[in-house]
């Protein structure tokens, strides 16, 4: 153990007050004392006079900072990393703190810093001989220690820096040196955690109100749906199965019927499809999928889903929830008021989980029935074989080849993925970690922590012995499960009204507050005195008024979703001030001006979220208002006509808001009794047309136009139903110039291919169509020709690729160029691939991509000269001729059977004039080379050069002689 240096007891000190667990990781390794294989570290003091740390190692020590000046070294390298204003830097290597106190000195604003250190002894060295007590207490630096560190709620802690400027990864050097493979992970982990993160927000602020919409016009659905808890423990102990819609599904289906009535089946929405036409139907299905165009999974089988029960979540697509068949639905609670308050009314709520993805909804409710076993099928969160999804699904999706992730597989094998699949294992593993019960993975993709593998077969022969009857269970609980009444909702719905009423006022007078505080603040007479007291008073206002309205109060929290976007847009808007106003220079109204501004945008927003919430809930109100009085108003009504109109009003308010199924009832009903209603006929074409049922929408519209040839209204529905064909084509022009500007896969232009073969199922003879056709499958063909050829590579033992790629390298430089960047992600470390792939780059003259792999392969092979060799060469091409030097000499030290570099190391040395070591060069080379007498020439020409002019004619006469 290295005795405690000078900076010991203040910098663990501060280890102690500020960073609990960084204190305890030091204090266990103290207590362990150093392992066998710690590094073997040197102290030693710079020229400066500085502590400095080698690495001792057998054939390359490497010293942690610079012997000269350690401190000069870190400021040039913190020059050369740009730093900004509110970035999140992420830093790879602490090494004895230098570097980041160097970053830290800079004093940037709202500037985070998050440090990656593998080896406890160097940071323990650090500890005790440089003073990084400052580091240690600042609140803009994380410091994590170890191989296995979580940062996810960090990156989520700064998102404003994440939208403010693009993450930022630094990777320490002599760290790289060091550890490659651990500095390779933390980059990998650190790109994919931030991509994530920001994908999160980008869903947020884009499909927010999506949401919001969805969860306003599912309620109508779930007070007639049971509450997930309705389930809680139906099939405690049986064995259930849970059916993803991975490509292993298809060999699984034939054990899967055989064992369909022994078993409890719940099926995610895109696994449907493959197991209808297999002739499966699950006892349950499971929908989360926000995004209208999921309704495409359903929209082909909709007839199927009579006897199959659903199980969604509320920000589920409406047009899945709404045009589902199946009667038998159980809804998951979001913690929105709306469904906490009226809780009792379901008999209580089921407990929430995590979830962002459908399979976390259908594994979530097999916990819930208590089912033990619980057996994955299909779930192989990756592309086995190359393959997406199971076949037959009717929403087509495809591989994005350029962003495949490789990671190990159930058979020990790496297996292609991407970071959405791997973020969706994530937390069907926090799931199961959190359960007793007995997980099985009878997939063919990912491991997944926590279960057994094994076949299907073999499983369900062991624990699926009798007959379940799951399917009448589940419709009888629903059955069985309480519903919210309509006297309870309307009472409810009234009171929620009467408080936005009050919150709309307390948001007014905040705008007006706010507002006229600005106006002083900007005003020509801002510092007399009278205009002061007005600006003290309006900004006090606001500020108070903010106080207390400005988070979620009462109704408004269901209004969430629409908010958040703004909020993060205030957030960013609030940084970029800040960081524009880094030395206070802004006049002090102008602050308060801007934060007066801010507060009547939040208040905006809040008033326009609770104006459409309103909407929604007089909505609701007067739907379930004229629902509970139907029994008692049909009985006053004395003729058909009458009773018509009735359900007519009611059809009507609900496909106003696109309550489908519902509105589709009350207005069938309507038209029995009022066959020749023009009206109950339009809207029943209108409704068809939102299923997209272009044929049945047009018979009924053009009824109703028939029979009310004057009514505009019904006209102009008339005509847009007509042009369902063009927007179907104009959305497939949209998806296929989608998928020209972002080559990653076919998903978007499949999705055009289906939308043209609808219309020409309509009508064959649309030339558009068909002409569209001609090209999107042209483009289909050449795309998988390319598709094919780079799973051909990947499939090839990996010398056979690598040859075929050095085959096409020097005429379709690009594709051989992308084909290596594939194989470099499923083999990270493979030399020959890095190799390869810089030697293209270098030939496509792309030297600064080049560079960055070639110093990478110097960290993993350093006996290696091949890179140095390389690098060389790129100094070369960007005429730095000393550093082009420094790499041929390093490569000649590393194989001293390089003797041909000689020759340009003495071109080199002869072109920066450093003439003597141009002649050593030439000698060596001529030692090696004596029959290539132009050596002779050089070496005289370099003595000439020096002045010495007899030994350059002894040079020049040897030559000649020659």
Known sequence: MINKGPYWEKNIKACQDKRPLLFKMIKKFIEQRFVDDALRIEMALSATG??????LQPNNSIWLHSPDDPELEAKNIVDTMELCPGEL????????????????????????????????????????YLDIEELIRADNVAILLGDSVDFTDIVNEHITSLLLTPPKITIYEPIRQLFPEYCLDIQRRVQDVCESVLCEVRTTRNVGKIMFENSMLNFTTAIH??????????????????????????????????????????????????????????????SVDYHPISYEKFRPILDETEDVPLAY????????????????????????????????????????????????????????????????????????????????????????????????????????????????????????????ILFVNASKGLKISGTVEASLAK???????????????????????????????????????????????????????????????????????????KIKQYVSKALRFYEKYGTF???????????????????????????????????????????MEMIQQSFQTRLNAISRLEDYFQWMFEVFSLEHSLDKKLKEKKGDREKAALFFKIGQLLADKKDLSRAECYLTIASTLDPENPYILSILGKIYGFYRMHTKALKFLK???????????????????????????????????????????LGKITWALKNINEVLTLYPNDNTAKKMKRQVEDYIFQSKEKKDFFIKLFRMNLNEALEKIRQIGESEIETAQKALMFLKKQHPHNIEILILLSSTLIADNKISEAEKILIQIG????????????????????????????????????????????????????????????????EKLFIHFPYRKEILREIGDCYMALGLKEAAHIAYSACKKN
């Open 50 to 55: 500085k502590p400095v740390a080698k690495i």
């Open 89 to 128: 830097r992420f830093l790879i290597g602490f090494g004895l703190g230098y570097l980041p106190k160097e970053v830290l000195r800079r004093g940037l604003p709202f500037y985070k810093l998050i440090i990656f250190e593998k080896s406890p002894e160097i940071f323990y060295v650090a500890l005790n």
């Open 225 to 286: 749906s049971a509450n997930l808890a309705a389930l809680k423990d139906l099939f405690k102990g049986q064995p259930g199965v849970v059916i993803g819609a991975g490509p292993s599904l298809n060999t699984s289906l034939p054990i899967l019927k055989e064992f369909k009535n022994k078993i409890v089946t719940l099926a995610v929405d895109s696994s449907l499809p493959p197991l209808v036409r297999y002739g499966i139907k699950p006892d349950i299905v499971a």
């Open 313 to 436: 979540v509320l920000p589920c697509g409406y047009m899945t929830v709404k045009t589902y068949k199946s009667p038998i639905k159980f809804f998951d609670s979001i913690d929105i008021p709306l469904v906490h308050d009226l809780r009792d009314q379901w008999g209580g709520l089921a407990h929430t989980v995590e979830m962002n993805a459908v399979a976390h909804l259908a594994l979530h409710v097999a916990m819930i029935m208590g089912l033990d076993p619980i057996i994955f099928v299909g779930f192989d969160l990756a592309y086995v074989d190359f393959e997406s999804h199971a076949k037959g699904m009717t929403l087509p999706l495809d591989i994005d080849l350029e962003n495949l992730h490789w990671v190990e597989s159930v058979t020990g094998q790496q297996v292609p993925t991407s970071v959405q699949l791997i973020a969706q294992r994530e937390v069907i593993e926090r799931l199961i970690k959190k359960s007793d």
């Open 459 to 533: 499983i369900l022969l062991k624990y699926a012995d009798c007959e379940l009857n799951a399917k009448n269970k589940i419709v009888k609980a629903y059955y069985e499960s309480p519903k919210p009444t309509y006297s309870k909702l309307i009472g409810y719905l009234g009171q929620e009204i009467k408080k936005i009423n009050v919150l709309r006022e307390h948001y007014q007078e905040g705008i007006k507050a706010a507002r006229q505080a600005i106006f002083y603040c900007n005003s020509k007479n801002k510092k007399r005195k009278n205009t002061q007291k």
């Open 553 to 595: 109060p009462g109704p408004l929290a269901n209004a969430i979703q629409l908010i958040e976007s703004e909020n993060i847009d205030l957030f960013v808007k609030e940084a970029e001030f800040k960081i524009k106003d880094r030395d206070g220079d802004s006049d002090k109204l102008e602050k308060v001006a801007l934060e």
């Open 703 to 745: 009824k109703a136009y028939s029979l009310d040839p004057s009514n505009t209204e019904i006209f102009n529905l008339l005509q847009e139903e007509i042009k369902y064909p063009e927007r179907l084509l104009k959305e497939a022009k949209e998806y296929i110039e989608f998928q020209r500007r972002d080559d990653s896969g």
């Open 859 to 922: 960290s993993l092979a350093p006996n290696d000269p091949r890179p140095d060799v390389m690098l060389a060469e790129c100094f070369l091409r960007l005429e730095k001729w000393a550093d082009a030097a420094r790499y041929l000499s390093q490569a000649i030290k590393k194989d001293k059977n390089l003797f041909d570099l000689y020759e340009q190391l003495g071109l080199i040395y002869k072109r920066m004039a450093r003439y003597e070591d141009a002649i050593t060069a030439f």
